[in-house]
């Protein structure tokens, strides 16, 4: 079974910087795509990043320019880094991986944004 764990969330001021980390049991180039989403509660999940197995990236409108998505073979690992963090970029983030039609998915990492 698949396994993705995420870390690097925690409390930070407006305007700063944090680095998430999805670390992954399996080598990360068997997956088709590797994304990021995050979820506020009560709103539905929003898209975020993605990087899929060509190394292609995506963001979503609102945080283009300010976050970075990338990858480490050797470690396994997807990051998410994320710059200029706004009070609206709180919300649990998590990954998310699949295999052709086998979706998998971390179990979050919550990054709250304020003074």
């Known amino acids: 079974q698949v396994q993705l764990v995420e870390s690097g969330g925690g409390l930070v001021q407006p305007g700063g910087s944090a680095k998430l980390s999805c670390a992954a049991s399996?080598?990360?180039?068997?997956?088709?795509?590797m994304r990021w989403y995050r979820q506020v509660p009560g709103l539905e999940r929003e898209f975020v990043a993605s990087?899929?197995?060509?190394?292609?990236?995506q963001y979503a409108e609102s945080v283009k320019g300010r976050f970075t998505i990338s990858r480490d073979g050797a470690k396994k690992t997807m990051y998410l880094q994320m710059t200029s963090l706004k009070p609206e970029d709180t919300a649990v983030y998590c990954c998310?991986?699949?295999?052709?039609?086998?979706?998998?998915w971390g179990q979050g990492t919550q990054v709250t944004v304020s003074p």
């Open positions: 990087i899929n197995v060509g190394g292609k990236t």
């Open positions: 399996e080598n990360i180039f068997n997956f088709n795509t």
């Open positions: 998310y991986a699949n295999i052709l039609s086998k979706h998998y």
